[in-house]
């Protein structure tokens, strides 16, 4: 994890980890000072839960509150990023606690991963994110193509 032009720091790999019987994750250590004292985790895309510092979800809170109230497609997409997220805090031994409902809907049980994605990082089921990430690789060539003509 390095910081970006702005500062702000750039969240990088992907670190096997495990969530205990209580639904405690550790969080990689390069991580949590990126993280702060409060940071929010949410549902995210493809079944994983996205974990953003403080500052990177007032931003896309910003974005997402300034979409049209009157379009039933905006409001959707505020009450399923909204009504799943919950405010994260570290202990002092590094872990982070992920209520049932979050651990539920990203399929989350003993073995996970936590990937860097640039201004968050991703929290997958292992199985999920190896048969995911194979995927990707087997068509990284043709999506980065199409993205960056």
């Known amino acids: 994890m390095d910081l970006d032009r702005e500062g702000a720091y750039t969240f990088d790999r992907e670190y096997p980890h495990t969530i205990d019987d ?4 550790t969080l990689p ?9 409060r940071y929010m985790i949410s549902k995210g895309m493809e079944t994983c839960l ?5 500052a990177e979800w007032d931003k896309l ?3 997402l509150n300034a979409l049209p109230i009157f379009n039933p497609k905006a409001r959707n997409v505020k009450r399923r990023f909204f009504s799943g997220a919950c405010a994260g805090e570290t202990d002092r031994q590094g872990r982070t606690m992920i209520n049932q409902e979050l651990r539920n809907f990203a399929g989350l049980r003993k073995d996970v991963y936590v990937v860097g994605a640039g201004d968050h990082a991703e929290i997958w089921d292992k199985t999920a994110w190896e048969v995911y990430r194979a995927e990707l690789d087997a068509n990284y060539e043709a999506l980065a193509e199409e993205l960056f003509q």
């Not at 209580?22 to 994750?25: A, C, I, S, T, V």
């Not at 250590?29 to 004292?37: I, N, P, S």
């Open 22 to 25: 209580k639904g405690r994750l």
């Open 50 to 54: 996205f974990v953003y510092p403080q």
């Open 29 to 37: 250590v390069k991580y949590r000072e990126a993280l702060g004292e």
């Open 61 to 63: 809170a910003e974005k």
